[in-house]
């Protein structure tokens, strides 16, 4: 693997790092924001700047209208866009649409991308992803869908709720899993203003950086064709696994940029700060935190550029996708939150960036997996690698029940 970055990639990342603090912060205080994300206005002023400075939608192919990154290209410029909780939405990277962009070029047929996946493309439509269920319904165990799918001569009728679908208000049309008659998992595509869907209120969360907010929605009965299927009948969950590990990933990748930021202010406050004669800085415990907050950046960092690599190399990457979460989330949240502890009294108000970030990212440690379910995870694969590495010693045919293969929830 190779660290440096081309020429090309510079570029790119200083053309992004100066779009975000010229075009996108000077935003962050605008008020057409609220507990639900920024507006849809809001929104569209932004991905019109960012498609004035030619920065929309860079993950899509150039054949849709993007820029065609790589993933180790997406590392370097979704951290500079993540700098500022606006930014994802300016550049049209921000979630459940990048995730859903992604899988939309990879599964849909020609006829669902000219209707939905190109528009979406050019920041003319968003969309959500209905996974997450109420109990007894399905969370972080997806095998517990409850959403149903029953066939109606040439339809699909769907019924069942659905619970933290970020995106939700506003979104123009659904990516929904739904369990069908053959007992497999289904993905179907619907128009949300469709009779049959109904999103009965939208969640107050501590976060508040996704357009669209987090969603309950309920299906009664909605009637989708059975030409708006994504995929096959079926291979729900198998589709889900290649939006999965890229959508894990791109979380880590914008965070990682909310995490730079309030380093850099609390690194410029404990240098101008003075206390008990002399910068806070030069104080042992704070200088600490500062140097533990770069190794956790680092860290983080090189997860993420290891992980993209591999997806680069045509590896599905779960395993590794899974410990990037587990190690960003929490790394990421340890800088975080010694930025508050820095900032003191400054770090639980508005007077910094810092208590907006702090409070937008706790909940990273939950979405895409709680951290206990992808520790749970990957302890289990190891043990199986383990145990198949002692059969092959004793010279046993190894006969290992696979895992089948599951989203986790976003």
Known sequence: MDFSLSPELQALRDKT???IAEQVIPLENDARQSRHGPDEALRRELVERARAAGLLTPHASRELGGLGLTHIEKAVVFEEAGYSWLGPTALNIHAPDEGNIHLMEAVATPAQQARWLRPQVAGQLRSCFAMTEPAPGAGSDPAALATVAVRDGDDYLISGQKWFITGAEGADYVIIMARTEDGGATMFLSDMDQPGITLERSMDAMDACFTGGHGVLRFDNLRVPASDIL??????FRYAQVRLAPARLTHCMRWLGQARRAQDVALAYARRRNAFGKPLSSHEGVGFMLADNDMDLH????????????????EQGSYESSRAKVVCSEAEWRVVDRCVQILGGQGVTMETPVM?????MRAFRIYDGPSEVHRFSMARKLVQAAEKDAQAERGVPAIIQAVPAAPRPL
């Open 299 to 314: 860290t983080a960092r090189l997860h993420i550029w290891h992980t993209a690599w591999l997806l680069d190399q045509g």
């Open 356 to 360: 907006r970030i702090f409070m937008d």
């Open 17 to 19: 790092r100066a779009f």
């Open 231 to 236: 995929g096959e009948v079926g291979k729900g």
